[in-house]
């Protein structure tokens, strides 16, 4: 069943690191044919505390058509990359 959802990643900041965990997330998007409906990139910001020994991360925030079936193989892939040092997958329309 496709839903709606919103996606944050926070993504390393350094350059060419940033650009491969973009590359990630799109082909991990494309390989399970998630429509994205608006991306919007929020920047470089200092994080509250390390994650990764890592103290600022490279934000981007997704909208996304899914199925559900693909949010738990997707979630496995971004927790194992080294690339992502956080994510969040939401579903706005459930309470």
Request: glycine share 4%.
């Amino acid at each position: 069943m496709i839903q709606n959802y919103e996606f944050t990643v926070i993504l390393e900041s350094d350059e060419e690191k940033f650009k491969a965990g973009m590359e990630l997330v799109k082909e991990t998007f494309a390989r399970y044919n998630v429509n994205v409906t608006k991306e919007e990139d929020m920047g470089v910001k200092t994080l509250a505390y390390l994650i990764k020994k890592q103290d600022r991360g490279h934000y981007v925030y997704f909208e996304l058509e899914a199925d559900t079936a693909s949010i738990s193989p997707m979630n496995n892939i971004f927790q194992l990359s080294t690339l992502v040092l956080k994510f969040l997958f939401v579903n706005p329309e459930r309470k």
